[in-house]
């Protein structure tokens, strides 16, 4: 009997700790996108790890700059420059991301009412495209401006904190 309501207890237990997680992600209004990925481009999280290229060559994201600043000893500029080039990051990432949701929703839309053709599918297709390249683009300039602020030490010891997380 007591590990029949050990068990229930466990299920219960397990079961609102998932619901609460649920709660906070966005749903997705388009059924091409999941909810995962849907809640991702509305908080201009990467999922896709985009900065890989600039992070594996030495040139770190500035939100990763930001976590270690007292670590690295940034100076006030530094602090103030790195915070706008994140600000700036996040804005853009939040912004085709929208786009992106706006796109899927439109082309869904062209399907679901049977109007599309090669053309629209090469206009929508493109602009999905153009979106992305957008947020790679910010996200690796972001990274080249963020590496250029930082001294060689900082960069090292950056490494260093990030390789012991």
Not at 41 to 55: F, Q, R, S, W
């Amino acid at each position: 009997m007591i590990k029949k309501i050990t068990t229930l207890l466990l299920v219960f237990v397990c079961g609102y700790a998932h619901a609460q997680t649920d709660s906070t992600i966005n749903h997705s209004s388009v059924k091409s996108i999941t909810d995962e990925r849907y809640d991702a481009l509305i908080k201009g999280v990467d999922l896709d790890n985009m900065a890989a290229v600039a992070e594996l060559n030495h040139y770190p994201m500035p939100d990763k700059v930001l976590k270690h600043k007292k670590q690295l000893d940034l100076s006030p500029t530094q602090l103030s420059k790195i915070t706008a080039i994140n600000t700036e990051l996040h804005r853009k990432r939040v912004e085709m991301g929208g786009n992106i949701i706006t796109n899927e929703k439109k082309l869904d839309d062209l399907f679901k009412a049977r109007q599309v053709d090669d053309g629209i599918i090469i206009f929508y297709t493109n602009r999905y495209g153009l979106y992305q390249g957008e947020i790679r683009n910010a996200i690796l300039q972001a990274c080249y401006k963020t590496e250029e602020l930082l001294s060689e030490g900082q960069l090292k010891q950056l490494e260093i904190l990030e390789n012991h997380k």
